[in-house]
């Protein structure tokens, strides 16, 4: 049977991990497995997926969810997947036809707005995980918003040096803090 998995929170909450493993161990139960990622996402070679742990997996680049439709595989893992276009349709028609899916994707952008088509997915999964980072700032265990450093009203681009994972009380207090410097 198919199924819509999906590992989503903040920067460095280690959805990529997640999938990376799903990969793995879906190679080992001898599944016709492939890794893909939007085109947008340069942060790493073009055609690898790369966990903060350095592990890489040959990965296919797409632009749209519609292409996923041209590649044959039992299990589809997909990262950096708010920057996907397209209609998450396909996505269920596929897993109606048996296909699983393990897909990591950032849920909010650093305005805490839905991003992309996360919220879309999120909706016809079958499994949602949010996950949790460490805080940047206090060191807590519960950071579950991305904070863009330079408080310009963007959507997370790549790279992530730029950006902090933040638990609810250090995003309120930094982006009070942002919004009382502006005033000055
Ligand atoms: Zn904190």
């Known amino acids: 049977m198919g199924d819509i998995n999906v590992y989503s929170g903040p920067m460095k909450c280690g959805k990529t991990e997640q999938i990376l493993n799903e990969y793995k161990r879906q190679l080992i139960a001898g599944k016709n497995v492939k890794m893909f990622k939007p085109s ?15 592990i890489d997996i040959p990965a296919i680049v797409i632009n749209n969810m519609q292409d996923l439709e041209n590649y044959d595989a039992d299990v589809y893992c997909i990262d950096e997947f708010q920057f996907l276009n397209g209609d998450v349709k396909t996505i269920e028609k596929m897993a109606d036809k048996g296909k699983k899916f393990f897909i ?51 959507d997370i681009v790549i790279g992530d040096k730029e950006y902090l994972a933040l638990c609810r009380n250090c995003y309120d207090l930094l982006y009070k803090k942002e919004i009382e410097s502006a005033k000055k």
Do not use: Q
């Not at 947008?40 to 350095?54: E, H, K, L, P």
């Not at 499994?127 to 991305?146: G, H, S, W």
């Open 104 to 154: 990591a994707g950032l849920n909010l952008t650093a305005e805490k707005k839905p991003f992309g088509k996360m919220a879309d997915l999120l909706c016809i999964s079958d499994n949602v995980n949010m996950l949790t980072a460490i805080c940047d700032n206090c060191k807590c265990e519960n950071a579950v918003f991305t904070y863009y450093k330079g408080g310009k009203d963007t």
């Open 40 to 54: 947008i996402d340069t942060r790493a070679g073009r055609d690898v997926v790369v966990s903060r742990n350095g």
